[in-house]
């Protein structure tokens, strides 16, 4: 079991690093100077339709261009407050959208480390980070279509698992499906592991964005 969480952890989880509920209490509270850069760079993004290519070559996250050719009625701006109820202003460039696929999309979570911002999460096409909601992340991270990740996570530094589903079919082909208990994973049931997902991903709902156009 303990090489089942080497696995999925550092197989697929580690991709993270290259939302569902109600929105945070604390709300568009003064933005950190160090944030405004960022602000910036991705107004000027949006409004000029960069494509993901120019975005990439900016150093910003590409899915922002991805979301807007995909999803013509979606908007994508910024929340700047406490969403992992912390006392101290985040910056999260994210997506409002009533597309199943990219509402509540974060696709870059900023928070500063000696003053200076610092992206705690980036979302990919097969690494998604989403707001679920009271200072709570999902993840969805997809490593091939037979090793797949989804976990809900503390929106702060340690990224604690509070919850998480694996699919290893590559190391357990009769009984893929586990579950992160807080210690390690247990092998549960394709029937569960879908009605946890489903739980999950239901809590995703749209941050609260000031749009960018």
Same mark, same amino acid.
């Given at each position: ?5 080497l696995? @999925? ?72 407050? /406490?969403?992992?109820? /912390? ?5 999260? @460039? ?11 999309? @974060? ?6 480390? /000696? ?14 980070w989403?707001?679920?909601?009271e ?20 929106? /702060? ?30 092998? @549960? ?25």
């Amino acid at each position: 079991m303990k090489k089942a969480v080497l696995f @999925i952890v550092a197989g697929l989880l580690c991709l993270q690093l290259s939302g569902c509920g109600a929105n945070p209490i604390t709300e568009e509270q003064e933005t950190p100077d160090a944030y405004d850069a960022i602000i910036r760079q991705y107004e000027t993004a949006v409004t000029e339709g960069w494509d993901t290519d120019k975005m990439t070559e900016n150093g910003l996250d590409y899915m922002v261009a991805y979301c807007l050719e995909q999803d013509e009625r979606a908007n994508v701006g910024y929340f700047k407050g /406490d969403l992992n109820g /912390d006392g101290q202003i985040e910056l999260a @460039i994210a997506a409002e959208s009533e597309d199943e696929y990219f509402a509540g999309m @974060i696709f870059a979570l900023y928070e500063l480390a /000696d003053g200076e911002p610092f992206a705690l999460v980036k979302s990919g096409e097969r690494d998604r980070w989403y707001y679920a909601g009271e200072g709570k992340l999902l993840n969805e991270a997809f490593g091939n279509a037979f090793e797949t990740v989804y976990s809900l996570c503390t929106a /702060d530094w340690e990224l604690a698992y509070l919850d998480a589903v694996g699919r290893n079919a590559v190391e357990y082909p009769d009984d893929p499906w586990l579950r992160f208990t807080g210690q390690t994973w247990e092998h @549960i049931s394709e029937e569960e592991a879908s009605a946890v997902i489903s739980e999950m991903k239901n809590s995703v709902t749209n941050l609260k964005i000031t749009p960018f156009q």
